[in-house]
């Protein structure tokens, strides 16, 4: 029996769901004032009566005081009929009702607890899917359709059913079986080869598919289905990084260079020289080695950090990118040494404009309203229901992410030193620790090696995988107890690739064999490929001895987590699969491994030429109203509807929050927090990015980068001697070589600026071939490749956070401190931006000054002689001190003439002062007992006395006697708050 | 009698066991965690604790309602041995998710004979999680938690914290015995009477509670509930603008773990 149990609210409460969708279809222009109602429910099946059902309602269901139910057998005419369910007074003929459900197959973790708990009440239901349930009437087929397709459900994820269900059971999977496929490859021609590379979604070069080929044929066989797979997704673009660290021929207006592997050559050097020179101080302790950079935290810790992307999943389906991309990264320190524990999240976003009119929006693609709700959803539930704080962030919007949004997320953790490390050993037992393996996330890590086009969504459906975060969390409860008592010698996270990618890594050095009909399953049906390849996610593979096996079962028990033996690593040097009895993969780990033919690549950069700002309107006609614009535009803007949703407090360690000042609404430059609770030693996490200097030149925009990130922990008291950055490339097609180009320039700028400055790089990653492909209304077909995007994100740490300051203007009469040189760096910037102007120059990083600028504006905060400190970033100076005011809930009043600078006699120099975005600028408030002390501190840095706090709620900025801007706090703040103030 | 022993009840989800653990400890209590699969094994050793509380997160992901399927599990297995534990005069603190459970397993207010709550914990007015500081005021002098304190200012960081009592009967009986021990915004003037509405506006109340109820003890004061979290609220430096003045001692919610391990001493 099948029944159905929906659930509406009583009257008087709010339907929610229903104003959601309402709302929706208003922005995207499908209907003006939807009539619509919804509700959401659970289909049970179980040889169980009415009562039986009501009694599961009642008690587990539904709560009575706000929610009401119908309960009845599915398509019964209670559940189908307007009137008959109570909805639209008593009318039927206009309504319809939408039904929404997980495709069978995809995660639905409520209906797995629902399952659950109705056992617990001493009934037996057999299977529970959860639904989702709209009435919507007077609407045209072509309308119901549309909003089907883009408000209503996610065709990746779930099925929409228009009416009554067409189902009288739910699907449990059918049995497995066994069918062994072998892929006739070796007498493929190139075309062939080609075709099965696009068509079995390999996604690999005709060149790596004839080296595959001449493999087997040296073998003289076939490969199987999971042979082929497994080396596909090794040699992914994903998971070896084979561009970046491929040959690489590059010319660029610094020279030509031949690179054997670009960033070994760049990034990973510059870490080494800095090591080097530290000698015994050095406190990196494991870097590009691992799933997380490691760094030294205290006497008895260390805290490692790792950034990922999840772009191409995210574009698909929004909240399952984001929610799975966050989960992902949280298993990276989790699979670090032998498991830190998470303690804080970030996440960066790239998202085309949420204003942007619904007819822009190409086929295949998601409207980025819709995108951004969707992903700061899926950080949100997945962050908060981990219990890890998410502390830090920033969103770029940019037209050209439209189809291909960006999608960072991080995790810092923090691992005693004597666990930091991990060998897997020969005997060792596979364990395959977490959730189930299902069908979700086929082909994710080789899809995302791909350009997206608007068949993606149809395509690589099965790429975008949901998570369950308390399935994940019950993961950690159970690792870091084994790792405490010491139950395992080594430990990594299935990520893009699954088992496949997890396994082949652990055992590379070793040699592996798995039973793969031991996995445990979500459902029947899965082959052995699929097992293999699966990106199921919330799953760890360990290496437990099998003298820790029995311990580390029970413990795993003891918490309700599921521990299966798949495998054992044997000293083979082979990777070799069974299914049962069947042999179906027995490949060389050093063919899998090192045997994917070098990627050679040219690489060609020129930067356009440099001109003089130019174009656009009234540039000069009032810079009150600039600024208020500057203040008003999306990257500036305030994220409190984003950051209010994240819990960024929980585990109690939190010191510099992300909103901080009068009114808890300043914008912080980077978060700080406690890893222990006993200590006041802390860290400070913060991110560097300008994708709009990037059309100027790479390089410039890395370091400037770079610098932000730098500067933004250095401003909440961060000591610059111990910060270490990780990079993050997403740049376009990467085989054109102009795209290539400005990615090793950027690169080699990363290189530059890190040894200037001694900031290793410990981690990083890179996503290539961000373009989204489309055919026009006219036939025609078209690419946007999103612009050269680098997240450079800064891990800081603190001796003694009561040292640590905030942005927030604290007292009236306090003087106020520029300090840096300001240029003329008007290219790329916000106020050419809202004046619509094109060129300028780029800002750029003196190295020199930056380094000794950092150390000194360190020591005045860590004396004590700082009472609020900002960085400049976008909009400026102007922007950094409207923020300063209205957080602080004070005016200013300050002389930009007499700001450090070289401008001469530049006809555009109060703009320039007040606007450049020139780097390694802060503005520093100081009581005036300390002034004397701090100009001391900052002496052989370029600084200058401005002007001063007042009680005026005005800030005030001029040049000598000329008035430049006269703005109330409050008004700056409400321009600065709206755009994205949703509800 | 000696340092008071506090079982921290973790469960699948769960995730401010740490923080509620160190709370009770630097108030000098001594905190143990505690997976509920171990409890639900052997209820009996509940009896070993002075303190129970159950901490914020999301138990079992909050699937289906916050705290829904703890509480059944507290309702269907446990129920016994809690009435037992609060029969001996000793205290329970929920927090957030803990709040939650404890209201919709019937252990902080008793449910009717369908196990139906007299009051729920729903969906923010906002529609939304939303993590932000909220000022507090104690009600009355009933809750052995807050004795002594007036005010607090605490974060709150959820998506269904908005009381809601099963209509106006209600809550004049729960105010009526004093059971409001905790409300949003300023204290309320003596002698007004909280009604079936926020009076308190939003940010302030956070989630539109009725009543502008943040916490609700039963009828001992012994057991009580809260959606703030105090255990967040330790170090002076938690505090949103610990930069703006000078640092005190503690910070606000330290007071009501002394509270509970003093009631032992």
Known sequence: MLWEVDIYPVAGEPDRAGSAVAAAAADLGLADRLRVAAAHGYLIQGAIGEAQVGRIARELLVDSIVERSQIAPANDRRLIDAAAAGIGNGTSAAWQVVYVLPKPGVMDPVAQSALAAIADLDLKADAVRTLRKFWLADLSGETLAALCNKVLANDAIEQVVVGPLPFERLELGSPYRFQQVTVSLRDLDDQALIRLSREGQLYLSLVEMQTIQAHFRQLRRDPTDVELETVAQTWSEHCSHKTLAGRIAYRGPDGSRNFENMLKETIFAATREIRRSLGANDWCVSVFADNAGVIRFDETNNVVFKVETHNHPSALEPYGGANTGIGGVIRDPLGTGLGAKPICNTDVFCFAPPDTPPAAVPRGALHPRRVMQGVVAGVRDYGNRMGIPTVNGAIYFDPRYLGNPLVFCGNVGVIPHDKSFKEPKAGDYIVALGGRTGRDGIHGATFSSAELTHHSESLSGGAVQIGNAITEKMLLDVILQARDRGLYHAITDCGAGGFSSAVGEMGEKIGAEVWLDRAPVKYEGLTYTEIWISEAQERMILSVGPDQWDAFSALARSEGVEATIIGKFVATGRLQLKYGEHAVADLDMRFLHDGRPPVVREAVYTPPAERELHGGSARDANFTDTLTRILGSLNVASKHWVIRQYDHEVQGGSVIKPLVGLNNDGPSDAAVLRPLLASRRGIAVACGMNPRYGDFDTYHMATSAIDEAIRNCVAVGADPARIAILDNFCWGNTDRPQTLGSLVRAALACHDLAVALGTPFISGKDSLNNEFRFVDEAGHPQSIGIPPSLLISALGQVDDVSRCVTMDLKLSGNKIYLVGQTKNEMGGSHFALVHSLAGGHVPQVDAEIAAKTFAAVHRAIASGLVRACHDLSEGGLAAAMAEMAFAGGLGATIDVARAPHALGADPAIDAILLFSESNTRFLCEVSAASADAFERQLAGVPHAFLGSVTDRAVLEIVAGQRSLVSIDIAVAKAAWQAPLNWP | ?265
Not at chain 2, 53 to 78: K, T
Not at chain 2, 171 to 199: D, I
């Open chain 2, 1 to 265: 009698m000696a340092q008071p022993r506090i079982l921290i009840l973790r469960a699948p989800g769960a995730n401010c066991d740490a923080e509620a653990a160190y709370a009770f400890q630097v108030a000098g209590g001594r905190s143990e965690l505690l997976h509920v699969n171990r409890l639900l094994e052997a209820p009996g050793q509940l009896a070993d604790y002075q303190i129970l509380c159950v901490p914020g997160g999301f138990s079992y992901g909050d699937d289906i309602a916050a705290g829904r399927i703890l509480a059944n599990q507290i309702r269907h297995h446990l129920a016994d041995c809690l009435q037992e534990f609060k029969a001996t005069g000793k205290l329970i603190l929920g927090i957030c998710n803990g709040f939650q459970i404890l209201l919709k397993s019937g252990v902080l207010l008793p449910l009717a004979a369908d196990f139906s709550a007299p009051a729920t914990l729903t969906w923010n007015a906002s529609g939304k999680f939303e993590d932000r500081w909220a000022p507090l005021a104690t009600v009355g002098s009933k809750s052995v938690f807050f004795a002594g304190i007036d005010t607090m200012y605490l974060p709150v960081a959820h998506a269904e914290g908005k009381f809601v009592p099963r209509g106006p009967q209600v809550l004049a009986e729960l105010e009526a015995n004093g059971q409001l021990v905790l409300r949003y915004g300023a204290r309320p003037p003596a002698g007004a009477v909280p009604n079936m509405t926020a009076s308190v506006p939003y940010p302030d109340n956070p989630n539109g509670s009725l009543g502008d109820v943040a916490g609700v003890c039963d009828t001992t004061g012994r057991i009580c509930g809260l959606m703030p979290h105090p255990e967040r609220h330790i170090d002076p430096t938690q505090h949103p603008r610990w930069t703006r003045g000078p640092l005190p001692a503690a910070g606000d919610g330290l007071r009501v773990f002394q509270n509970a391990v003093g009631y032992f001493r």
